[in-house]
């Protein structure tokens, strides 16, 4: 009776091994702090002081081929994706910062050692922008020696694909909700991030996807509850804009 109580004791250990601890992502860095603004290089650093897994931010191509990090298609005024560089930088975000190029939020995340850089492209009006962004994004990544330390997330299928053409061995995640793990699977990406309504009108999908080798993970979760029902769920991230509220969730 000892024996099995032993042996049903180590399965318990090497199954929660393998399944691991829920780790917190920084929904746009750790902005809702002082001195911090969504997606500035101070969100990113932040974000590393507090300790989280990984940083997320947004990256968008500018006409004449920059690219920046910015959550929306347009800021002070301008569509970023027919609005110049300069023309961008004559607005400030609220910490006072102007808005951080992709070369130099990856040149701050290098320094920021033990931290993923969760690198979202977003979806162009022009494929051919998209195209185009993913080209510099993956030579950036490579610039900096970073592709162990980037995770590429993507709402547009078209920029999952063309990441997986130009960096095979990437993390590329899909965000759209639309396409179950088993056909993600077999597109060849690397796991799911889904809204939290997907997964819980899906409830089977966390673990089917962990079932085949997925990556799981569920964006914005701000509130203690549902963020207790995906550590559950045994989910491998959470993005969120309230990191240390999850930290503390995660001690407890
Ligand atoms: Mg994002």
Request: charged share 25%.
């Amino acid at each position: 009776m000892k024996k099995v109580r032993t042996i049903l004791y180590l399965l318990i250990c090497v199954a929660s091994l393998s399944w691991g601890q829920t780790q917190v992502i920084a929904h746009r860095g750790f902005w809702k702090t002082e001195g911090s603004a969504q997606n500035s290089l101070a969100a990113l650093k932040k974000a590393h002081e507090i300790g989280v897994y990984g940083s997320e931010f947004d990256v968008w191509l500018t006409a004449d081929g920059i690219p920046i990090v910015n959550h929306d298609a347009s800021i002070f005024g301008f569509d970023i994706e027919t609005s110049t560089y300069d023309q961008l930088m004559t607005g400030t975000l609220a910490n006072g910062e102007k808005i951080p190029t992709v070369d130099a939020y990856l040149a701050l995340g290098k320094q920021l050692e033990g931290m993923q850089l969760v690198l979202e492209i977003k979806s162009h009006k022009r494929v051919v922008n998209e195209d185009r962004l993913v080209r510099l994004c993956v030579e950036l990544v490579q610039k900096y020696e970073l592709e162990d330390r980037v995770d590429y997330i993507a709402f547009s299928m078209n920029v999952c694909k063309e990441l997986k053409k130009l960096a095979p061995e990437a993390t590329v995640v899909y965000l759209n909700g639309d396409v179950s793990p088993q056909d993600l699977k077999e597109i060849g990406l690397t796991g799911l991030d889904y809204n939290h309504k997907v997964l819980t009108d899906n409830p089977t999908w966390v673990a089917k996807a962990k079932g085949i080798g997925l990556t799981t993970n569920v964006w914005t979760v701000n509130e203690e509850k549902p963020m207790q029902g995906f550590i559950r769920q045994g989910i491998d991230f959470i993005t969120t804009d309230e990191p240390e509220l999850l930290l503390k969730v995660l001690k407890k």
